[in-house]
């Protein structure tokens, strides 16, 4: 199919309407959550990582850029983290900056919509600008705009890059063919709106884009001996190194991004990067209908399980028409050849096929590898090639090899609806949804009954019905996985409680629903705790040292389990003296405490010769869920796990099998120290007041229990085969102790250290290590502490004039200003000291002292010290990292580059008014 010669040449009134008709479906999908009061921003399907690392973030950058400042730094996060990973790295790209400005929920929601709009419109512009149809483009449009991965990870960073890809690979397909120099200048902007959209992805997917468009076309051009060799293959191989190298060095996010890379850790459990999807999963390709209920990939290891999601789908008659598109290969002038290549290398990634799964073992792919990143590129082309077969059914050419390809098609799909029919029986949406579609293929097999000579327009006309309709249900019906805004961030109760001074002190919740990770930020309290894909490896070490693992592997199974996505710290396992150093407060739950026991208990027998039923899992009383024990009475369950003391917070439940014998279950829990046992607690919970007031909620303060164990009872009619007994939570909160101070109990269990530590406090017993190595090998051996702060590096022959860590009378620092990049304080010290911050010690930190600029020493290996003399002086800490002044200079240079180029190919343009002239060889 011949490449059109402009881009012009498509009348604009096609370009409207396409966009406005995209505009009007996105509008109406978004506005079936506005209409009930929700946002899609919040609405997760797959991964909670938008809402809880990125959006806090973002409010961060928006009132800076609002308030005329640039943030590169989340006081809030960890001890402090980089803000240009993830955030400030999307400050060059366009949608990102109106959502920035606009400063609230809704522009971050416009931001959504519109983004979605103009990945399908960009779609559009590349299906003409390869030849095809008005009516082609715009399925190509839906297809990529509605496709599964835009339904599922419609909140995250990623399709600021995805908007851009048709772009891209339109300008790279113009140029690779014919070298032209306007070609040239829209591949490196949209290129430069891919590395803009914030993620790793296009740092190495599209370079592939390149090598896979800049071969094949140089082959072709070879093939058809156009010109000789030399002038084929030179210039397109200088393209192809010019637009790779030129790419990974133009932005200002490479040095900082190699650096935060670099200097940081993130999970990598041991086969990660070679996950595949199953082959048995290609149905899901076409349609999400058979999403729940499909198997995981044979050989995944558990902890993978939660990685192996099912392919985002395509959509039935996108799919339909792609596959009929390969009928007319031979008839194609190379273009249609070029993305079935293109599409099979996709598949081959995507699925693991043989051959294709060396580039997943690449240097960085396999320690950045997603392989989710692929279902975008397979979707773009799928769409593309869904417009090819709609344009080939308009000629009604081969119109039987599409009955044949629909009738396959429809008896696979009728297979799997027999194979799950009892999962679709008991989900009515589902069966409505596989009906209409089955009711859809019918109507398909009508038209082209009725033998008419227009039976291919009138196919053509219906497809497109057919492919907007179901892509559009799609989108709008298709369930979150975590349920309707399950991850929407709402104030937390206890700020209504508690006045906590935010400046001075930090939050560690070892429950991450009271307090998720990172959200905290939204209400400028500082969390110690630091979610994401990548954390700066000093506080990895840290973490490691104070919780005693001993290999990443413990680490990486801490930071997975359960799906808490970060890394804890261990109350239990952590020395007391580290502590007090690293907790001002500290939050726990009634439901979700310190420490789930829920596992830790193993099935007994308990009054009965027989064996009883178990389970552990999720159960719903009174519209109210809980991860609990079902016991079937009589049954006995013993911990595995002594426990010396603590609050038990628990709940209690009945999981009825309704009928004139339901009468309740007994509840008891006994504690056993020694060779003795007693009575903890007892609770008959009559069937009637179950099912009325549902969970029953209790605590009790356990101490010096060496074993606990559960027991049920049937009802008093002894009837076993009716009623259920349900422990729910079994929760162990953390004891009353000297070392904390139960502040309030009618929420969540609120604790504050007795011994609490501010940010910033004055030190005169210091104690020098030679590197940071040792200084980790003391927080491993438990020496962590307030008493004596270790620093790492030669002493500089600074010695205060007393070793005390209590400061001298007269001592007194003010916190004058607390910013993102920025923190100033007063002091006025009577005898020299050193300043210690509980600010994590990161490269791009500097100290000025009275305007002289003075070295951070890293204290205590992850903390910030400087030496302060006597007297009264202003400290003032900047956050100004050099990578990221080298990368923005770097920038700001390509853009007045990039302005100069796109001036010239202007006056060109107007200078030669067939905008013609190739580059030379």
Same mark, same amino acid.
């Given at each position: 199919?011949?490449?059109?010669?402009?881009?012009?040449?498509?009348?604009?009134?096609?370009?409207?309407?396409?966009?406005?008709?995209?505009?009007?479906?996105?509008?109406?999908?978004?506005?079936?959550?506005?209409?009930?009061?929700?946002?899609?921003?919040?609405?997760?399907?797959?991964?909670?990582?938008?809402?809880?690392?990125?959006?806090?973030?973002?409010?961060?950058?928006?009132?800076?850029?609002?308030?005329?400042?640039?943030?590169?730094?989340?006081?809030?996060?960890?001890?402090?983290?980089?803000?240009?990973?993830?955030?400030?790295?999307?400050?060059?790209?366009?949608?990102?900056?109106?959502?920035?400005?606009?400063?609230?929920?809704?522009?971050?929601?416009?931001?959504?919509?519109?983004?979605?709009?103009?990945?399908?419109?960009?779609?559009?512009?590349?299906?003409?600008?390869?030849?095809?149809?008005?009516?082609?483009?715009?399925?190509?449009?839906?297809?990529?705009?509605?496709?599964?991965?835009?339904?599922?990870?419609?909140?995250?960073?990623?399709?600021?890059?995805?908007?851009?890809?048709?772009?891209?690979?339109?300008?790279?397909?113009?140029?690779?063919?014919?070298?032209?120099?306007?070609?040239?200048?829209?591949?490196?902007?949209?290129?430069?709106?891919?590395?803009?959209?914030?993620?790793?992805?296009?740092?190495?997917?599209?370079?592939?884009?390149?090598?896979?468009?800049?071969?094949?076309?140089?082959?072709?051009?070879?093939?058809?001996?156009?010109?000789?060799?030399?002038?084929?293959? !030179?210039?397109?191989? +200088?393209? #192809? %190194?010019? =637009?790779? *190298?030129? /790419?990974?060095?133009?932005? $200002?996010?490479?040095?900082?991004?190699?650096?935060?890379?670099?200097?940081?850790?993130?999970?990598?459990?041991?086969?990660?990067?070679?996950?595949?999807?199953?082959?048995?999963?290609?149905?899901?390709?076409?349609?999400?209908?058979?999403?729940?209920?499909?198997?995981?990939?044979?050989?995944?290891?558990?902890?993978?399980?939660?990685?192996?999601?099912?392919?985002?789908?395509?959509?039935?008659?996108?799919?339909?028409?792609?596959?009929?598109?390969?009928?007319?290969?031979?008839?194609?002038?190379?273009?249609?050849? !070029?993305?079935?290549? +293109?599409? #099979? %290398?996709? =598949?081959? *990634?995507? /699925?693991?096929?043989?051959? $294709?799964?060396?580039?997943?073992?690449?240097?960085?792919?396999?320690?950045?590898?997603?392989?989710?990143?692929?279902?975008?590129?397979?979707?773009?082309?799928?769409?593309?090639?869904?417009?090819?077969?709609?344009?080939?059914?308009?000629?009604?050419?081969?119109?039987?090899?599409?009955?044949?390809?629909?009738?396959?098609?429809?008896?696979?799909?009728?297979?799997?609806?027999?194979?799950?029919?009892?999962?679709?029986?008991?989900?009515?949406?589902?069966?409505?949804?596989?009906?209409?579609?089955?009711?859809?293929?019918?109507?398909?097999?009508?038209?082209?009954?009725?033998?008419?000579?227009?039976?291919?327009?009138?196919?053509?006309?219906?497809?497109?019905?057919?492919?907007?309709?179901?892509?559009?249900?799609?989108?709008?019906?298709?369930?979150?996985?975590?349920?309707?805004?399950?991850?929407?961030?709402?104030?937390?109760?206890?700020?209504?409680?508690?006045?906590?001074?935010?400046?001075?002190?930090?939050?560690?919740?070892?429950?991450?629903?009271?307090?998720?990770?990172?959200?905290?930020?939204?209400?400028?309290?500082?969390?110690?705790?630091?979610?994401?894909?990548?954390?700066?490896?000093?506080?990895?070490?840290?973490?490691?040292?104070?919780?005693?693992?001993?290999?990443?592997?413990?680490?990486?199974?801490?930071?997975?389990?359960?799906?808490?996505?970060?890394?804890?710290?261990?109350?239990?396992?952590?020395?007391?003296?580290?502590?007090?150093?690293?907790?001002?407060?500290?939050?726990?739950?009634?439901?979700?405490?310190?420490?789930?026991?829920?596992?830790?208990?193993?099935?007994?027998?308990?009054?009965?010769?027989?064996?009883?039923?178990?389970?552990?899992?999720?159960?719903?009383?009174?519209?109210?869920?809980?991860?609990?024990?079902?016991?079937?009475?009589?049954?006995?369950?013993?911990?595995?796990?002594?426990?010396?003391?603590?609050?038990?917070?628990?709940?209690?439940?009945?999981?009825?099998?309704?009928?004139?014998?339901?009468?309740?279950?007994?509840?008891?829990?006994?504690?056993?120290?020694?060779?003795?046992?007693?009575?903890?607690?007892?609770?008959?919970?009559?069937?009637?007041?179950?099912?009325?007031?549902?969970?029953?909620?209790?605590?009790?303060?356990?101490?010096?229990?060496?074993?606990?164990?559960?027991?049920?009872?049937?009802?008093?009619?002894?009837?076993?085969?009716?009623?259920?007994?349900?422990?729910?939570?079994?929760?162990?909160?953390?004891?009353?102790?000297?070392?904390?101070?139960?502040?309030?109990?009618?929420?969540?269990?609120?604790?504050?250290?007795?011994?609490?530590?501010?940010?910033?406090?004055?030190?005169?017993?210091?104690?020098?290590?030679?590197?940071?190595?040792?200084?980790?090998?003391?927080?491993?051996?438990?020496?962590?502490?307030?008493?004596?702060?270790?620093?790492?590096?030669?002493?500089?022959?600074?010695?205060?004039?007393?070793?005390?860590?209590?400061?001298?009378?007269?001592?007194?620092?003010?916190?004058?200003?607390?910013?993102?990049?920025?923190?100033?304080?007063?002091?006025?010290?009577?005898?020299?000291?050193?300043?210690?911050?509980?600010?994590?010690?990161?490269?791009?930190?500097?100290?000025?002292?009275?305007?002289?600029?003075?070295?951070?020493?890293?204290?205590?290996?992850?903390?910030?010290?400087?030496?302060?003399?006597?007297?009264?002086?202003?400290?003032?800490?900047?956050?100004?990292?050099?990578?990221?002044?080298?990368?923005?200079?770097?920038?700001?240079?390509?853009?007045?580059?990039?302005?100069?180029?796109?001036?010239?190919?202007?006056?060109?343009?107007?200078?030669?008014?067939?905008?013609?002239?190739?580059?030379?060889?």
């Amino acid at each position: 199919m011949k490449l059109m010669k402009s881009l012009r040449a498509i009348p604009f009134r096609q370009y409207i309407s396409a966009f406005l008709f995209l505009l009007l479906l996105v509008s109406i999908a978004f506005a079936t959550r506005w209409f009930q009061g929700r946002k899609m921003l919040f609405e997760i399907l797959w991964d909670p990582i938008p809402v809880q690392l990125f959006y806090p973030g973002d409010r961060i950058e928006s009132l800076a850029l609002k308030n005329g400042k640039l943030a590169l730094w989340d006081p809030y996060r960890g001890f402090g983290s980089r803000l240009i990973m993830p955030t400030a790295i999307t400050l060059a790209h366009p949608l990102k900056l109106i959502a920035f400005l606009w400063g609230t929920d809704n522009g971050f929601e416009f931001m959504l919509l519109l983004r979605l709009v103009l990945a399908g419109f960009f779609s559009y512009i590349l299906a003409r600008g390869i030849g095809l149809s008005h009516l082609a483009g715009m399925v190509s449009a839906i297809s990529y705009a509605f496709c599964g991965f835009f339904r599922q990870f419609h909140n995250f960073q990623d399709l600021n890059v995805e908007m851009f890809y048709p772009l891209a690979l339109l300008f790279l397909i113009r140029l690779f063919q014919e070298l032209k120099f306007f070609d040239l200048i829209c591949c490196i902007w949209s290129g430069y709106f891919l590395i803009t959209g914030g993620h790793p992805e296009p740092f190495y997917y599209f370079p592939g884009m390149i090598i896979v468009s800049g071969t094949y076309y140089t082959i072709e051009q070879l093939l058809c001996k156009t010109n000789k060799p030399k002038q084929i293959i !030179f210039p397109r191989m +200088f393209f #192809i %190194i010019f =637009l790779i *190298l030129f /790419f990974h060095m133009v932005h $200002f996010i490479v040095e900082p991004g190699l650096e935060v890379f670099l200097r940081g850790w993130t999970y990598h459990p041991e086969g990660l990067g070679k996950l595949n999807f199953d082959i048995q999963h290609i149905i899901a390709l076409f349609t999400p209908l058979f999403d729940f209920w499909l198997q995981s990939p044979r050989g995944i290891r558990e902890q993978f399980i939660q990685f192996t999601a099912i392919p985002s789908y395509l959509g039935f008659f996108p799919g339909l028409l792609a596959l009929y598109s390969i009928f007319n290969l031979r008839q194609s002038r190379g273009t249609l050849t !070029f993305f079935w290549v +293109f599409t #099979i %290398i996709m =598949l081959g *990634l995507l /699925f693991g096929i043989p051959g $294709f799964s060396w580039f997943l073992s690449l240097p960085f792919v396999n320690r950045l590898q997603n392989f989710r990143y692929f279902q975008s590129v397979l979707a773009l082309l799928v769409s593309v090639l869904a417009g090819f077969g709609l344009d080939q059914l308009r000629k009604n050419t081969n119109l039987r090899n599409f009955l044949m390809l629909l009738s396959v098609l429809t008896l696979w799909l009728i297979f799997h609806l027999l194979r799950f029919s009892n999962y679709l029986l008991q989900n009515p949406r589902f069966l409505v949804a596989g009906a209409l579609i089955i009711f859809s293929i019918a109507l398909l097999f009508i038209i082209y009954f009725l033998r008419r000579a227009s039976s291919g327009i009138r196919l053509a006309g219906a497809l497109f019905f057919l492919v907007s309709a179901e892509l559009f249900f799609y989108f709008i019906f298709v369930s979150p996985l975590y349920g309707l805004q399950a991850f929407q961030p709402e104030k937390p109760k206890f700020l209504e409680r508690v006045n906590l001074d935010f400046h001075l002190y930090r939050l560690y919740s070892p429950d991450q629903d009271i307090l998720p990770p990172d959200t905290a930020s939204i209400w400028k309290l500082r969390d110690i705790r630091e979610r994401g894909p990548l954390v700066p490896k000093e506080y990895y070490r840290m973490v490691s040292g104070l919780n005693g693992w001993k290999t990443e592997q413990d680490a990486v199974d801490a930071f997975l389990q359960n799906g808490r996505f970060y890394l804890p710290f261990e109350m239990d396992r952590i020395p007391d003296p580290a502590q007090d150093m690293l907790f001002g407060y500290l939050l726990t739950k009634h439901r979700l405490g310190t420490k789930s026991l829920l596992e830790k208990f193993q099935a007994g027998i308990l009054f009965s010769p027989g064996p009883r039923y178990l389970s552990k899992a999720k159960y719903t009383v009174v519209n109210k869920s809980r991860d609990a024990l079902l016991l079937h009475p009589p049954s006995r369950l013993k911990c595995s796990e002594k426990i010396l003391n603590g609050n038990l917070l628990f709940e209690i439940g009945i999981m009825p099998a309704q009928g004139p014998q339901s009468d309740g279950a007994e509840f008891l829990l006994l504690g056993q120290t020694g060779s003795g046992a007693r009575l903890l607690f007892y609770r008959f919970l009559p069937y009637s007041e179950a099912v009325k007031s549902g969970w029953k909620e209790y605590r009790l303060n356990l101490r010096e229990q060496a074993m606990l164990e559960l027991a049920t009872l049937p009802g008093p009619r002894g009837n076993l085969a009716q009623d259920f007994a349900l422990f729910g939570s079994m929760e162990l909160g953390v004891a009353d102790s000297p070392e904390y101070q139960l502040l309030d109990d009618s929420g969540p269990f609120l604790y504050q250290r007795i011994s609490r530590v501010p940010r910033f406090f004055l030190s005169r017993n210091v104690e020098w290590v030679e590197s940071q190595e040792k200084s980790l090998e003391l927080i491993r051996q438990g020496k962590f502490s307030r008493e004596k702060i270790f620093l790492s590096g030669k002493n500089p022959g600074l010695i205060p004039a007393q070793n005390s860590i209590e400061p001298s009378l007269g001592d007194e620092i003010y916190l004058q200003k607390d910013e993102t990049d920025l923190v100033e304080l007063e002091l006025k010290l009577k005898e020299p000291a050193w300043l210690i911050m509980t600010d994590s010690y990161l490269s791009g930190w500097q100290a000025f002292l009275d305007g002289e600029e003075k070295r951070i020493y890293p204290a205590n290996y992850y903390f910030r010290a400087v030496w302060i003399p006597s007297g009264a002086h202003r400290l003032k800490f900047l956050y100004h990292p050099l990578s990221f002044r080298i990368g923005f200079f770097k920038s700001i240079g390509f853009l007045i580059v990039g302005l100069v180029l796109t001036g010239l190919l202007i006056i060109r343009r107007i200078k030669t008014a067939d905008g013609s002239g190739k580059f030379s060889a």
